[in-house]
């Protein structure tokens, strides 16, 4: 029953999408930008109109896409009218005597095309800054029939207006969006799916997409890219992780009733090769595509067009491991290279004149934030000889249960004998409401020059659990105090779940190497006007009583 579901089901897509295709005065579109928010919401107007899509991805792309083009249809041209991949694209298509329907450049794809749409009842919206939650949510909206919104702060209300003209039956918020957004569109009641964890999302997405269209065949991506086939919506799309799968994916399949996936790109065949060995599905790869112009006897084929979109940078590495000697420790110091904050978690190998030594490792995922070091220690650790080394295994992500990355290496450890002297103490923890930054004020206790990185753990902001930290550490003389700054934008709701903060202070002698740790439960004070703006206020007021004497005084002296 489910295989003759499943072939009725498809039967009737392909056929709605050959009548919607018949009413359409062209037969193909093609996209003509570089804003990937154009060229995904371009395809998807293809996809729900049941006409051909095609995108251009480079300015030399142009004339190779023509090879692939049947000059018996009408192609209509979508374009931006300030980043066209191609200028004049269409006058290109009709002198190779291709025939184009017209050419509609727009200001923003995803705004104009709603408005060319008939029926479109559900929205799905998601944040406009990475496209990975547009990937996992295309194949739903496709077979839901959903328009997809990319909105943040600066757009939601244009696209407020756009629904107030539209009945609104379903509206789905995907994904982590600006609060404005969520504030904007409570009105419409949304389903809003936000785990914190872009892999649980992608599982909730699927669950979706599987009520309505039962399948047992799924796609593999890691969402870096939009491509035809993926956003055609015959197949609901998870995220396989770039290196390693995520444990809750794994999870998810191994009790669901997927049987094949089609891995599309080659860059992620050893995750999917985790997959089918963890889960037992069989994986196709889907690579590459016929050539397109001819290059030999022998047919050719030729990379897939795909339209790489913006996402969040991890890299992770490891700045320098030190064994020393005097407290029998191992100080093992990460680096990030990211523009996000990164938890990771190790597993370590000692090497030395002995052979390998007993493994240990982090039986909790570390958090470390953008372009910061982060020293883990390892007590009571002995190693013999002077040739002394690690084997490091670490998976890192997003967040402590998306770990999708993986760093490997060997590296060579430096022995010391260092005694750290610093010792700190933190006086208060405030949150400035002027500047939208916690203010976290230390004093270093000791004669010793210190260093200071901080991080709140823990916190619930918009309705999510995060980690906030330093970028960076910050200096303390002898003695002396400092401050260190988190800046992290708070409403009122947010300060009161966050009343009393868990505070973990990171704090050495060696500005690589804060080898101390300094962690308790601080309450949040609140500071509504600045200290600056409080001095200021004062000099004005004494400024305008100086005023009134002198005034007050020079008139007695006109009066006598």
């Known amino acids: 029953m489910k295989k003759y579901f499943f ?322 420790q191992i100080e093992l110091t990460y680096k990030s290279d990211s523009n996000v904050p990164v938890y990771f978690k190790g597993t370590i190998t000692p090497i030395d004149e002995n052979g390998e030594g007993s493994r240990f490792g982090d039986t909790e995922s570390v958090f470390i934030s953008p372009g910061d070091y982060k020293t883990v220690i390892y007590p009571g650790i002995n190693l013999i000889g002077e040739d002394l080394s690690l084997d490091i295994f670490a998976v890192y992500g997003e967040t402590p249960s998306a770990l999708e990355k993986i760093l490997e290496t060997r590296i060579q450890i430096e022995q010391i004998d260092s005694i750290d002297d610093c010792n700190i103490e933190i006086r208060s923890l405030i949150y400035s409401k002027p500047k939208d930054s916690f203010i976290i004020k230390i004093k270093n206790l000791e004669k010793a020059t210190c260093w200071v990185d901080a991080e709140l753990s823990d916190m619930l902001i918009d309705g999510r659990r995060t980690t906030l930290g330093s970028e960076g550490n910050i200096q303390l003389k002898s003695e002396k105090k400092g401050l260190v700054i988190i800046e992290q934008e708070m409403d009122d709701s947010d300060l009161d779940k966050n009343a009393i903060v868990d505070l973990t202070a990171y704090y050495g002698q060696r500005s690589d190497s804060l080898v101390n740790i300094l962690q308790g439960k601080f309450p949040l004070k609140i500071q509504i006007i600045s200290p600056t703006t409080i001095i200021l206020i004062i000099a004005i007021i004494i400024c305008l009583i100086l005023v009134l004497l002198l005034f007050r005084r020079r008139k007695k002296k006109d009066y006598w």
């Open 7 to 328: 072939l009725l089901a498809t039967i009737s897509f392909l056929l709605i999408h050959l009548v919607s295709a018949q009413e359409n005065p062209f037969e193909q579109v093609i996209s003509n930008s570089e804003d990937w928010r154009d060229v995904y919401s371009i395809v998807h107007y293809g996809n729900l109109i049941g006409v051909d899509t095609q995108f251009l991805v480079s300015v030399r792309h142009g004339p190779l896409l023509m090879n692939g083009l049947n000059k018996q249809n009408a192609i209509r041209i979508i374009s931006s009218d300030r980043r066209p991949q191609v200028i004049s694209y269409e006058k290109d298509l009709e002198a190779r005597g291709f025939k184009v329907e017209r050419e509609i450049s727009v200001d923003s794809a995803n705004e104009y095309l709603i408005r060319e749409l008939e029926g479109i009842n559900n929205f799905i919206v998601v944040g406009s800054t990475y496209g990975q939650s547009a990937i996992a949510v295309a194949p739903y909206a496709v077979k839901s029939k959903s328009w997809v919104f990319f909105a943040d702060s600066s757009n939601i209300a244009s696209i407020s207006s756009i629904l107030e003209d539209i009945n609104v039956e379903n509206l789905i918020i995907y994904g982590p969006v600006d609060r404005e957004v969520k504030d904007e569109l409570s009105a419409y009641n949304p389903e809003i799916i936000d785990t914190g964890d872009r892999f649980e999302d992608n599982i909730e997405i699927v669950k979706k997409y599987i009520k309505i269209f039962p399948t047992e065949q799924l796609a593999f991506t890691n969402g870096e890219f939009i491509e035809k086939g993926l956003m055609s919506g015959f197949d609901p799309i998870m995220f396989t992780g770039k290196d390693n799968v995520p444990e809750q994916i794994q999870k998810y399949l191994q009790s669901s009733d997927f049987s094949v996936g089609v891995l599309v790109g080659s860059d992620l065949v050893g995750a999917a090769t985790n997959i089918r060995r963890s889960t037992g599905i069989s994986v196709i790869v889907k690579f590459a595509q016929g050539a397109r112009s001819a290059s030999g006897p022998i047919a050719a084929v030729e990379g897939l067009d795909l339209f790489y979109l913006p996402t969040p940078v991890m890299k992770l590495t490891i700045h320098s491991a030190k064994y020393n000697r005097a407290s029998s």
